[in-house]
């Protein structure tokens, strides 16, 4: 058994999120815990809300809140919207906490006692008509690289370039939409990344057998373009103030902090139960810890050059992500989610209108691992009812009502297997080796419907051309033995399933099957008790709510 570390990249409290997000980081990030829980390890899986930078002052004045109070209401709402969608996180904690305060702080002092923080006047823009210094995020224009015009001053989104507030065409307030800008002199905190270059470029190197495609050439292209000194303060009141003198009235860049946060929601689970826990256990001098971190490729430069920089250069021993899944996008109507554009369906509308099981299964069946995947709402309507309601719902049925009227409703007694059913257990432990295989490497797995093909296998290939072999089977197996082929061998999504299957057994003797969808139940007796398949026959009237 070892360690699992599981992070998901934490979401900006602004807003709730999206389907985008859920199936970005979030969801993916379930599915493989839940996995590894399942398979044995020691998993801490931890995620939580991005509450420092521009988007929280924003919104908090939009809403005419006090930006704490903004970020108490929706870090709230994205908690309950994670819980209706059933994400197992041991830890959904806040970047902004205490813990994770202390923890930068120790990390910025480190990083100054060894050379590498450097004190610079820069240029940066300034809006005389709201009468300060516009944060990177507060500036919006055209970017420089693909012509997007929505670009922030941060970061394009478009073509993921990393930006400076000066390098945007057209630049003009976040704030006020103000064009009247010029450009003055401020002071801030530099991150002396080309001093950690060399370090960092072996590192990355060493993670070439092991990083998806995606991630690993993201990572080198920053590097063959020279990395450069990064700014880590920020001309804000929201957030951690720098502590150093002179720089009193300024706080760190949420890029600086957001990713410590991971190291600072651990300590917020380890101080719940300090006799139990230790954070250091998982990130500091830790031993055999397995670090998976799961974002969206706009995420990856940050998690793959800037985060590991900032750690390498604390010259402590730190844990560092052996494996970092990079997700592309989910479109929607020819165009990107988009949060701050009110662009999509948004989980806790989307949770509300259908069982979270069916847009869990549907967004990881699209997940969009190599390249983006488009929603649609006919599309998800098919897929349900046809993998859920259809394969997995009719098999299930037709399987009990068979059994039930060739053999009664007891579940027999337990006898010899035929060489029909060692052939049929042969295909399928070959089926699931494979899947186990690309799921504990997380190599493109989680689209893969191995689950529903072992169905295919069993209701085709097994007791529809010979129904007598399947009674026999019935008859000869014991009923754990059935479950096995029926429900432990589920599809890449089911990970869930199998676990509430496992649970429930063991604590009263009823199995759940495929949650939302069907349900097959053994009273104390061995009866079997069959229900009908679900099938949702007015989804277009929904589907036009949600849109």
């Known amino acids: 058994m070892s360690k699992i570390l599981i992070t998901s990249a934490l979401p900006y409290v602004n807003g709730v999120p999206h389907l985008g997000h859920m199936v970005g980081c979030l969801l993916p990030s379930d599915v493989y815990a839940r996995f590894m829980r399942m398979s044995g390890h020691e998993v801490l899986y931890i995620g939580g809300t991005d509450e420092h930078g521009t988007p929280s002052e924003v919104g908090a004045a939009k809403e005419g809140m006090s930006v704490e109070a903004y970020c108490d209401k929706y870090h709230a709402r994205h908690k309950k919207t994670y819980d209706d969608f059933e994400l197992s996180f041991d830890c959904f904690g806040r970047s902004s906490s205490e813990q994770n305060r202390e923890l930068v702080y120790h990390i910025f002092d480190r990083l100054d006692k060894n050379g590498f923080i450097e004190e610079r ?49 057209n630049p003009r307030s976040t704030i006020s939409g103000s064009t009247n800008l010029e450009v003055r002199e401020t002071r801030h905190l530099f991150l002396k990344l080309p001093l950690i270059e ?39 009141k929201w957030g951690f103030p720098v502590n150093r003198p002179g720089f009193e009235n300024k706080v760190f860049y949420v890029w600086f902090d957001a990713p410590i946060g991971y190291i600072g929601i651990t300590k917020q689970w380890a101080d719940e ?27 990856v430069p940050f998690h793959s050059i800037s985060f590991p920089a900032t750690l390498l250069g604390t010259g402590e021993n730190w844990t560092m992500v052996d494996y970092l899944k990079g997700m592309s996008y989910l479109t929607y109507e020819g165009g990107k989610f988009s949060k701050s554009e009110n662009r999509g369906i948004f989980a806790e509308d989307a949770v509300g209108e259908f069982p979270a099981d069916y847009w869990r299964y549907w967004l990881m069946a699209n997940i969009p691992e190599g390249s983006d995947s488009s929603f649609d709402f006919d599309l998800f309507a098919g897929v349900v009812n046809k993998d859920l309601n259809g394969v997995l719902g009719n098999f299930v049925s037709r399987v009990l009502k068979m ?38 490497d997380a190599r493109e ?10 169905v295919t296998i069993v209701e085709n290939g097994y007791y529809c051309p010979i129904f007598d072999y399947h009674v026999r089977f019935m008859h000869s197996a014991s009923y754990d033995d059935v479950l096995l082929v029926t429900i432990k061998y589920k599809p890449s999504r089911g990970a869930k399933i199998c676990f509430e ?10 199995v759940v099957l495929t949650a939302s969808t069907i349900q097959l139940f053994t009273t104390s007796d061995g009866v079997l008790e069959p229900s009908e398949p679900e099938f949702y026959r007015q989804w277009k009237s929904k589907f036009k709510e949600l849109k």
């Open 445 to 454: 797995a989680f689209g893969r419907k191995y689950g529903l093909s072992y």
């Open 198 to 236: 060399k370090k960092l470029a072996a590192w990355v190197k060493s993670k070439e057998p092991f990083w998806p495609d995606m991630a690993y050439s993201i990572a080198q292209k920053w590097l063959k373009e020279g990395l450069q000194e990064r700014c880590i303060t920020r001309d804000l």
């Open 273 to 299: 139960k300090p006799e139990e826990r230790s954070w250091k256990d998982w990130w500091l001098d830790a031993e055999d810890v397995r670090y998976v971190e799961f974002m969206g490729k706009d995420n």
């Open 501 to 510: 299957y496992e649970i429930r057994r063991e604590r009263d003797d009823k």
């Open 403 to 440: 059994t039930a009227s060739k053999i009664g409703e007891k579940v027999p007694a337990g006898g010899e297997m035929t060489e029909v059913e060692r052939d049929l257990v042969r295909v399928l432990q070959e089926r699931t080796d494979n899947y186990l295989k690309y799921m504990e």
């Open 121 to 169: 006047a820069i240029k940066q823009l300034y809006s005389i008509d709201d009468e300060r210094f516009l944060p990177d995020r507060y500036v919006t224009g055209t970017c420089p690289h693909c012509g997007y015009e929505k670009a922030r001053g941060d970061q394009c989104e478009n073509c993921t370039k990393v930006l400076e507030p000066t390098d945007l065409i």
